[in-house]
């Protein structure tokens, strides 16, 4: 038993911080201004969409970090404990603190405060793993967007193409889920709502077929991003895999380098089971990216450590809500601020 676990309510008062406006700065200041003010603004969100992580990794660390104390093995351990509740697998948290280890063996890292602004910087030298620019330079770019049933691919559709579309994209909609129509339907509705045409062809037809037909209309149209909606499958489901292959194989076949971004969309309250997810999808597709849904909603925001330790594929996104807006950019500084501030 956890020596430090307490099954309480935890209850964050984080009041708005109310900043006097500024004093009217000369033009040549103002984009900057707004893009620190974007920035802020990034913090804040991830600050407050991941409260329920930072919440369950303080249930264990305030002991180690909020008091002065000596650090020891006894430290080590607590901290082994309190990383690995918060869904940071077991290798992740050894690869995290052993060169800290290392450093404090060596007379470093002998106050808590030192050691922690250390194990944060150990965390993003995992999180920031390297990735072109999205969406990619081709046009059109072809982007699937595969993963097992219910972690919400469909609505992340959405939110990409809203992105896209605020960033002054032309984006195509491709209903390749094909076994729900439900799922067509529910893209058509989006499609709709945020004027972006979808291709489509009727429930029970090959889906290979439907991504064809979406290639070759983004190429027609000149449009900049084609987002192709998969259906969900098992990871274990060998026949649904190798469909997934022949779907990538056929817009290869259409356009030269197509998929150019295979990205992966994971339910994070899953938890570790989104390591078997990564595993088996990267085995059927090269995975260019994952997208992490429902963070603001699980205190097992630490999976992202662990999937980007394990299998060094760029995090690209992550949903922070339900709305249109709340799909961000995964920004390596602002997660590692928000869970362990």
């Known amino acids: 038993m956890f020596k430090w676990f307490r099954k309480k309510e935890a209850k964050e008062a984080e009041g708005e911080v109310k900043e006097k406006a500024p004093e009217q700065e000369p033009a040549a200041e103002e984009g900057s201004s ?4 974007s920035s802020r603004g990034l913090w804040q969100k991830f600050r407050e969409r991941l409260s329920r992580t930072r919440e369950r990794l303080q249930e264990g660390l305030e002991e180690l970090f909020e008091i002065e104390r000596s650090i020891d093995e006894s430290f080590f351990e607590e901290l082994e404990e309190a990383l ?7 290798d992740t948290v050894r690869a995290l603190l052993a060169p800290l280890r ?29 990735a072109p620019p999205f969406p990619p330079e081709a046009r059109p770019a072809v982007v699937f967007l595969v993963g097992v049933n219910g972690v919400g691919k469909t609505t992340t559709i959405a939110k990409l193409g809203y992105r896209l579309k605020q960033a002054g994209h032309s984006v195509l909609f491709v209903a390749a889920d094909t076994f ?6 529910q893209l058509e509705t989006w499609g709709a709502r945020l004027d972006i045409p979808v291709v489509k062809q009727k429930m029970g037809a090959d889906p290979s077929s439907v991504v064809f037909e979406g290639v070759k209309a983004a190429e027609a149209r000149k449009t900049d991003v084609a987002l192709v909606d998969t259906a969900g499958r098992l990871h274990t489901k060998y026949n649904l895999m190798e469909e997934l292959k022949k779907m990538a194989r056929v817009a290869g076949k259409v356009l030269p380098g197509a998929p150019h971004e295979n990205l992966l969309v994971i339910d994070a309250t899953t ?3 989104a390591v078997n997810q990564v595993k088996l999808f990267g085995e059927a597709l090269p995975l260019s ?3 992490l849904t429902k963070m603001d909603g699980t205190a097992k ?22 709305k249109l807006e709340d799909l961000e950019e995964f920004n390596a500084e602002a997660f590692v601020d928000a869970i362990l501030p």
């Open 289 to 291: 990216g994952l997208i």
């Open 34 to 37: 707004r893009e620190e003010g």
């Open 84 to 90: 690995i509740t918060a869904d940071i697998n077991i």
């Open 102 to 130: 290392v450093r404090f063996m060596q007379g470093e890292l002998t106050k808590p405060k030192a050691f922690k602004a250390a194990l944060k910087a150990e965390m993003l030298k995992i999180l920031n793993i390297p």
């Open 180 to 185: 729900r129509a439900a799922a067509i339907e």
């Open 301 to 322: 925001g630490g999976i992202a450590l662990t999937l980007a330790y394990l299998f060094k594929i760029p995090i690209r996104f992550v949903g922070l809500g339900e």
């Open 271 to 273: 938890g570790q089971n």
